[in-house]
């Protein structure tokens, strides 16, 4: 059973600085191997809208609105990934969701607060 769960969120001042984790919990290590993409994702409301991706091979994707300031990354030994963000903005406020994908089959992490306000 996939599980994803995610920490790091929380208050900070715009200008600020989180970094978000997304643990593969309760899987071995050749399990979390076998995935085509871990990512990002963030919903303000009804929606839902991709922020980074990463590769088994370690390639990445970013959304326009984030480039230059996050930076996506994993650490396959920790069964990790990680999303470092920089200079956030009001408009970076959102529950942020950690997403599998193996194949056609997509998990969701429970989603972590991010709030950027003075």
């Known amino acids: 059973q996939v599980h994803l769960v995610e920490s790091g969120g929380g208050l900070v001042q715009p200008g600020g600085s989180l970094r978000l984790s997304c643990l593969g919990s309760?899987?071995?290590?050749?399990?979390?191997?076998?995935?085509?993409?871990m990512g990002w994702y963030r919903q303000v409301g009804n929606q839902r809208e991709l922020v980074a991706t990463i590769t088994s091979g370690g390639d990445t994707n970013y959304a326009d609105s984030v480039k230059g300031r996050f930076t996506i990354s994993k650490n396959n030994s920790r069964k990790t990934v990680y999303l470092q963000m920089n200079n956030l903005k009001p408009e970076d406020t959102a529950v942020y969701y950690c997403?599998?994908?193996?194949?056609?089959?997509?998990?969701w992490g429970q989603g972590t607060q991010v709030t950027v306000s003075s």
């Open positions: 997403r599998r994908q193996v194949g056609s089959d997509i998990f």
């Open positions: 309760r899987m071995i290590l050749s399990t979390f191997l076998q995935m085509d993409n």
